[in-house]
């Protein structure tokens, strides 16, 4: 996801039509495996640039605790970290992903990696290609790709954090490193894909690939999608969906694209990105994404309670696709609170945070209920 964007599918998701032309597949009875979810994660990429501007994190009771701790006493089982290849403000880059990892590793928690293949955010409106890519042509930019992958895993690896996930890409709907890799040329977004794999799986041999859409209640654009790619002979292992009921559609939407799209593609899928409000004020003077009642979905109110009454029912939805084809989910960007300087423009350092609103953390720094959820979620 990209701070401060709606995601839109930006041009792939109107040309969402499945190659194979079958209709979309209705919901199953959840049937999938019920208790402990495998994946309970949250995405903690933007935690070391706000503890550098002062950020810090405290119990529900006020007592102030290491995050990375706080996660791992909630029951999380995985962080999620973005990986950029050359940032303006330094971070998101390798030597602040090892850094993290070194104490997720001590915690006890697991590492996912995120690679967007840009100097910035990625999503289907943004797949901007590294600067230093520019003058690469299809077959460069494809080892560059690899090269970067295995960079950053290999390093990982070498110092005693492998990943145990890892996403080739981020919200994939119109293709990656455009305009070469973009959703009209599948052979060269298809090589991009196949180097991030291969790099993946030379230096990290345990490591599960994900490929990750947003819009995970579009059938037809996931069909669309891994019909195409699969097709090209891409070879991964686990589906990873964007699914924010704000923008995404109804639950039962969602549950029915994970239901189909597992058994048509024979691979389990984990929900890559969800999340939801405590509030709808600001603590900040930027607008946040959400800051309307209108934007709420119903039953759920903005609230500490609405929130975790949210986790509760996505982990449900995910725990439900058939035959213990849900991995689990990951909360985007949990520990993103408000800290000035720390704001969604790299490029930027008095851009604002329009995502305060939605951190696992409230406006005093105190763990909200909606962590506990996650992490100590049972069927």
Same mark, same amino acid.
């Given at each position: 996801m990209r701070r401060r964007s709606v995601l839109t599918a930006a041009g792939a998701a109107a040309l969402a039509v499945p190659v194979l032309g079958a209709a979309p597949a209705t919901a199953a009875p959840a049937s999938g495996r019920r208790g402990c979810l495998e994946i309970r994660g949250v995405d903690i990429s933007s935690l070391p640039k706000n503890e550098d501007h002062g950020a810090v994190y405290r119990t529900a009771e006020g007592r102030r605790e290491d995050p990375v701790r706080l996660i791992a006493r909630a029951g999380v089982t995985h962080a999620r970290l973005k990986v950029w290849v050359n940032p303006a403000d330094g971070y998101n880059d390798k030597a602040h992903v090892l850094a993290l990892a070194r104490r997720l590793k001590r915690a006890g928690v697991g590492i996912w990696i995120d690679f967007h293949y840009s100097d910035s955010w990625?999503?289907?409106? +943004?797949?901007?290609?590294?600067?230093?890519?520019? &003058? !690469?042509? %299809?077959? &460069? !930019? #494809?080892? #560059? %790709?690899?090269? +970067?992958?295995a960079d950053v895993l290999g390093a990982l690896r070498r110092q005693g954090t492998p990943a145990q996930l890892v996403q080739i890409g981020n919200e994939l709907n119109g293709g990656l490193i455009w305009p070469e890799g973009n959703w009209e040329h599948f052979d060269a977004m298809t090589a991009f894909l196949k180097a991030g794999l291969r790099a993946a799986r030379d230096t990290t041999p345990r490591v599960r690939t994900i490929l990750h859409l947003a819009n995970g209640g579009d059938n037809g654009l996931y069909r669309w999608w891994f019909d195409n790619v699969v097709s090209y002979g891409v070879d991964f292992d686990v589906i990873g969906l964007s699914y924010y009921p704000f923008w995404h559609g109804p639950l039962a939407d969602a549950a029915a694209n994970m239901a189909d799209i597992t058994a048509r593609y024979g691979k389990p899928c984990v929900i890559a990105e969800t999340a939801y409000p405590f509030t709808l004020e600001s603590e900040d003077d930027v607008n946040d994404i959400m800051n309307s009642p209108s934007q709420l979905t119903d039953g759920f109110p903005a609230t500490p309670a609405g929130q975790a009454a949210w986790l509760r029912t996505v982990a449900d939805l995910a725990a439900g696709v058939p035959d213990g084809q849900g991995l689990g989910y990951c909360y985007w960007e949990g520990l993103w609170t408000y800290r000035a300087g720390s704001g969604w423009d790299p490029t930027n350092p008095t851009s604002g945070n329009a995502w305060e609103n939605l951190a696992l953390f409230d406006f005093e720094d105190r763990e909200l209920p909606g962590l506990g959820t996650l992490g100590r979620y049972r069927g």
């Open positions: 990625a999503d289907p409106a +943004h797949q901007t290609k590294p600067a230093a890519w520019a &003058g !690469l042509d %299809v077959p &460069g !930019l #494809a080892r #560059a %790709v690899y090269d +970067h992958t």
